[in-house]
């Protein structure tokens, strides 16, 4: 993702070899992901146990368990492919500076940045550190 936003935003040299395995890596990732798109529900999957109080819950009935773990699946994906990316942008940036900047200046940013994400700068929040 790194090689394929630098050449789209900065003009870097891309090869074909290096297209290839970035697409044998998305295939493997996908592969890993197991959609049900293409694998179907429950495939390689042991049969879900039956909670004492599963028959007490209230479910809308268009939804199965298959169906809240694919959900959960896709958001997970979906989120790591976010991180990809966000994370294929910083070392854009840090590519982009350069020789213009100290190497202190990305390390600052990035603590500020998690500090922010964490939530640590909400004053009610209480932190557990145990």
Request: proline fraction near 7%; glycine fraction near 8%.
């Amino acid at each position: 993702m790194t090689a394929l936003l630098a050449y789209l935003v900065m003009g870097e040299h891309f090869s074909l070899k290096e297209s290839m395995s970035g697409l044998a890596s998305l295939i493997g990732v996908v592969l890993i992901s197991r959609p049900p798109f293409l694998f179907g529900h429950g495939w390689g999957h042991a049969p879900l146990p039956i909670e004492p109080d599963a028959y007490m819950r209230v479910r809308p009935a268009s939804t199965s368990p298959e169906d809240d773990e694919a959900a959960a699946r896709m958001l997970g994906v979906t989120w790591a492919l976010s991180g990809v990316f966000f994370s294929a942008s910083a070392y854009l940036s840090i590519r982009y500076i350069g020789k213009r900047a100290n190497a202190l200046h990305s390390i600052s940013y990035f603590s500020m940045a998690c500090t922010l994400v964490s939530g640590m700068w909400v004053p009610d929040r209480p932190v557990d550190i145990s």
